[in-house]
């Protein structure tokens, strides 16, 4: 979603929201100079975990968002606590920062926030796609910040020996017996690949990776990037810890979609002057920067076999679901190719 000028928008009524700013500047938290002509602005974006409302003041010309988590209360205020930290520790001499929080009211789940002007990344990557370097660029401004982001965690070391990345893949497949029969006829060979990643998993045995606080949904439409050039990253929780990797794959997948939609993907195209995985693994830097071609092709084939499941647990029919499951198990099938050669007998990784 791109976050376009506000003026051109017609103004509408939610009493939802309007109750959530009656209570808000009810409480303590409420800034002193809080405006009290706020005007929604546009119909509200409701999604599958929440429900986006833009607010815009006329008096002081500023523009909020408030947001209502569709779940416990307590993800509204992980949210919030998420959004202060990082808000707080913003990197403005790069430009990494997130949206600023004002508060959050708990009766009604909901976190009020700033509203950022901007385009996401998947807008401008899909303009810039056939223009090597301006794509190259945001690709290292998306690095950036996702190296930021996980910087204002304590980083640690982790061992990919415990192979929890693989079995959460697996415990995605095994509840998902009772698939519909479409999904499971789009992907008849997901059970082949996921005997390929038991198979292969000694590639990752003695291999450590940095661990931080994971975004966990580090995709295109979640990093916005202003006019000025600010980075701002969006729809995270910041709270569960993983390997840095996570995030990074979940974006390369991304990447690779839309380099499918040229006809090509790069997932195991290494050295060409065009690739985006380089380029964004050598922004990133740190051990991720440096990971050896077999851990990353098989990190990353756990990624795309993970989508696959989750599609397929999910699956809804429409042309567009059916293309990018055509895309994936294009992924797929070429990264296990690779993956096949060493499978059961893992290759050097160093």
Same mark, same amino acid.
């Given at each position: 979603?791109?976050?376009?000028?506000?003026?051109?928008?017609?103004?509408?009524?939610?009493?939802?929201?309007?109750?959530?700013?009656?209570?808000?500047?009810?409480?303590?938290?409420?800034?002193?100079?809080?405006?009290?002509?706020?005007?929604?602005?546009?119909?509200?974006?409701?999604?599958?975990?929440?429900?986006?409302?833009?607010?815009?003041?006329?008096?002081?010309?500023?523009? /909020?968002?408030? =947001?209502?988590?569709? &779940?416990?209360?307590?993800?509204?205020?992980?949210?919030?606590?998420?959004?202060?930290?990082?808000?707080?520790?913003? %990197?403005? *001499?790069?430009?990494?920062?997130?949206?600023?929080?004002?508060?959050? +009211?708990? $009766?009604?789940? #909901?976190?009020?926030?700033?509203?950022?002007?901007?385009?996401?990344?998947?807008?401008? !990557?899909?303009?810039?796609?056939?223009?090597? =370097?301006?794509?190259?660029?945001? /690709?290292? =401004?998306?690095?950036?910040?996702?190296?930021?982001?996980?910087?204002?965690?304590?980083?640690?070391? *982790?061992?990919?020996?415990?192979? =929890?990345?693989?079995?959460? +893949?697996?415990?995605?497949?095994?509840?998902?017996?009772?698939?519909?029969?479409?999904?499971?006829?789009?992907?008849?060979?997901?059970?082949?690949?996921?005997?390929? #990643?038991?198979?292969?998993?000694?590639?990752?045995? @003695?291999? $450590?990776? %940095?661990?931080?606080? !994971?975004?966990?949904?580090?995709?295109?439409?979640?990093?916005?990037?202003?006019?000025?050039? +600010?980075?701002?990253?969006?729809?995270?929780? @910041?709270?569960?810890?993983?390997?840095?990797?996570?995030? /990074?794959?979940?974006?390369?997948?991304?990447?690779?979609?839309?380099?499918? !939609?040229? *006809?090509?993907?790069?997932?195991?195209?290494? &050295?060409?002057?065009?690739?985006?995985?380089?380029?964004?693994?050598?922004?990133?830097?740190?051990?991720? @920067?440096?990971? #050896?071609?077999?851990?990353?092709?098989?990190?990353?084939?756990?990624?795309?076999?993970?989508?696959?499941?989750?599609?397929?647990?999910?699956?809804?029919? @429409? #042309?567009?679901?059916?293309?990018?499951?055509?895309?994936?198990?294009?992924?797929?099938?070429?990264?296990?190719?690779?993956?096949?050669?060493?499978?059961?007998?893992?290759?050097?990784?160093?």
């Amino acid at each position: 979603m791109d976050h376009g000028p506000l003026v051109r928008e017609v103004p509408v009524t939610d009493p939802r929201c309007d109750a959530i700013l009656k209570r808000f500047t009810e409480m303590d938290e409420c800034p002193e100079d809080w405006p009290a002509d706020w005007k929604q602005v546009g119909s509200p974006l409701v999604r599958r975990e929440s429900t986006i409302h833009r607010l815009n003041s006329p008096s002081c010309r500023r523009s /909020i968002c408030v =947001k209502v988590v569709n &779940g416990e209360a307590q993800d509204a205020a992980s949210l919030y606590q998420a959004l202060s930290h990082y808000h707080a520790r913003s %990197d403005l *001499g790069n430009g990494y920062t997130v949206p600023e929080p004002f508060g959050w +009211v708990p $009766e009604h789940g #909901a976190v009020i926030m700033e509203w950022v002007e901007g385009q996401t990344l998947c807008a401008i !990557l899909k303009r810039k796609m056939f223009f090597t =370097k301006r794509r190259h660029e945001n /690709i290292r =401004k998306a690095a950036g910040w996702l190296r930021w982001f996980h910087s204002q965690s304590e980083l640690e070391p *982790g061992n990919f020996g415990k192979g =929890k990345q693989l079995k959460s +893949v697996i415990k995605v497949f095994e509840e998902a017996r009772d698939l519909e029969k479409a999904a499971t006829v789009h992907d008849p060979a997901l059970e082949g690949y996921l005997e390929l #990643a038991l198979k292969s998993k000694g590639v990752l045995r @003695g291999v $450590e990776m %940095d661990r931080a606080i !994971l975004h966990r949904d580090f995709k295109p439409t979640n990093l916005l990037i202003t006019s000025s050039g +600010v980075v701002v990253g969006i729809d995270f929780l @910041g709270r569960k810890k993983g390997p840095v990797t996570y995030d /990074i794959c979940r974006l390369l997948s991304e990447l690779d979609f839309y380099q499918a !939609l040229r *006809g090509r993907s790069l997932a195991l195209s290494f &050295g060409s002057k065009s690739n985006d995985f380089e380029v964004f693994l050598s922004a990133y830097g740190g051990r991720a @920067g440096g990971i #050896a071609r077999p851990v990353f092709v098989y990190l990353y084939f756990l990624t795309i076999v993970s989508i696959l499941a989750h599609q397929r647990r999910r699956f809804k029919s @429409g #042309a567009g679901n059916r293309i990018r499951l055509a895309f994936i198990r294009r992924f797929a099938r070429q990264l296990s190719h690779e993956v096949s050669k060493w499978a059961g007998n893992p290759p050097p990784t160093e």
